[in-house]
């Protein structure tokens, strides 16, 4: 009897390994970028003249390119020509912000529809973004067919305006986000994710893709900077405050938890500006006005935590990264992965004082696809 047990707790646990159980609200975002270089001969073709009045071009663009949306069922879609760079979240209320760096689409995929354009009508963007953002029910499960009625706009498009489809790169994106401690505080209900490699999920699903293609795969962990944690802030013979004594702590505590449990690629922020992750050649932090570039190296076995803070202002948001590398595509499946950085995020949690029941902490789990069709 003793040893079906223990041999039952074994297989549990590795089949947990390939499943990562997340609250029934868990929050789905898919949204897919057509981005293109415009040409002055596609001025003069859409405006039917030679002419700088890029204001003329852009509204016909935008206006030809709502109508095959609308054809093709595509209802929440926009242009983008001013090279800012489109950050889209799950909200009950739509609404877009335009920052000097960004453009932040927030909407629920259930019931929010939209066509705008954001362009700088003084001037040819040297890219144009077509950003189409998924709508309906079950936006996961629904992924492949989203994405082939995206191609199929592609095609239309490019034979609209006589553009190559290699001309175009396509960019998924796909996001599920939800509160690492909502069981605790009573939400009970969960639903299962194997969180499969998209390629390998597309090609299940009969989604041919090119043979080249760029995934990339990553998760984020937003710490609320709580007030028990802000009162741990050592201050200096001037009685100022040093935060950087703090988030220096917490990124010693987070860089031996993060090995602790086999996570190589991470990093930790403290300056109130939000992480987009890039692959590189080198393992490395550029900061922006308004955002923090990560560059990861996913080809050297071990690197160093990359971190970046303000040691004279005290953030909002403590956000932790976590780069996936081939190592963490196990069996086709970031399962292991996810819940190997739950566990870290957990613990380091535990150690700086959370309350489960009290504090949310949200993580959000990214996958990328881009590639050029042929």
Not at 127 to 133: A, E, H, P, S
Not at 267 to 277: C, D, M, Q, R, S
Not at 278 to 287: G, Y
Request: charged share 20%; with cysteine; proline share 3%.
């Amino acid at each position: 009897m003793l040893h079906y047990q223990k041999r039952h707790s074994l297989v549990a646990k590795r089949s947990n390994a390939q499943k990562v159980y997340v609250p029934a609200n868990a929050r789905e975002n898919q949204y897919l970028l057509l981005s293109f270089r415009p040409s002055y001969e596609l001025v003069s073709q859409l405006t039917q003249q030679l002419t700088d009045d890029y204001g003329l071009f852009y509204q016909i663009l935008s206006q030809q390119f709502f109508e095959l949306c609308e054809a093709h069922g595509l209802h929440n879609t926009h242009v983008i020509a001013n090279q800012k760079l489109a950050r889209v979240r799950f909200n009950e209320e739509q609404q877009i912000i335009e920052t000097a760096e960004q453009l932040l689409f927030f909407y629920n995929p259930g019931y929010h529809t939209g066509h705008h354009s954001f362009v700088e009508k003084s001037q040819l963007a040297e890219k144009i973004d077509f950003l189409i953002l998924s709508t309906g029910e079950n936006v996961r499960e629904n992924a492949h067919y989203f994405h082939q009625q995206t191609i199929e706009l592609l095609n239309d498009l490019a034979k609209r305006f006589a553009i190559p489809l290699s001309e175009f790169k396509i960019k998924d994106h796909q996001h599920l986000t939800y509160d690492i401690y909502a069981p605790e505080r009573g939400d009970r209900q969960t639903k299962t994710h194997g969180l499969r490699d998209l390629s390998f999920r597309y090609q299940q699903q009969s989604l041919e893709l090119p043979i080249d293609f760029n995934r990339q795969t990553y998760a984020i962990a937003n710490l609320p900077m709580t007030l028990k944690l802000s009162k741990t802030v050592e201050y200096e013979t001037n009685s100022e405050p040093c935060y950087g004594r703090l988030y220096q702590r917490i990124a010693d505590e987070f860089d031996a938890i993060a090995k602790k449990y086999e996570l190589s690629k991470v990093a930790f922020l403290a300056n109130g500006k939000a992480p987009i992750v890039r692959l590189a050649n080198d393992n490395n932090v550029l900061l922006g006005k308004e955002l923090n570039y990560l560059y990861f190296d996913l080809q050297k076995e071990s690197s160093s935590m990359l971190g970046a803070w303000q040691n004279d202002e005290l953030t909002d948001t403590l956000y932790l990264v976590f780069c996936a590398d081939e190592v963490a595509l196990y069996r086709n499946s970031y399962a292991k992965f996810v819940n190997q950085l739950t566990l870290a995020v957990k613990e380091l949690c535990l150690t700086l004082g959370y309350e489960p029941q009290k504090d949310v902490v949200m993580l959000r789990f990214f996958q990328h696809l881009s590639y050029q069709l042929t």
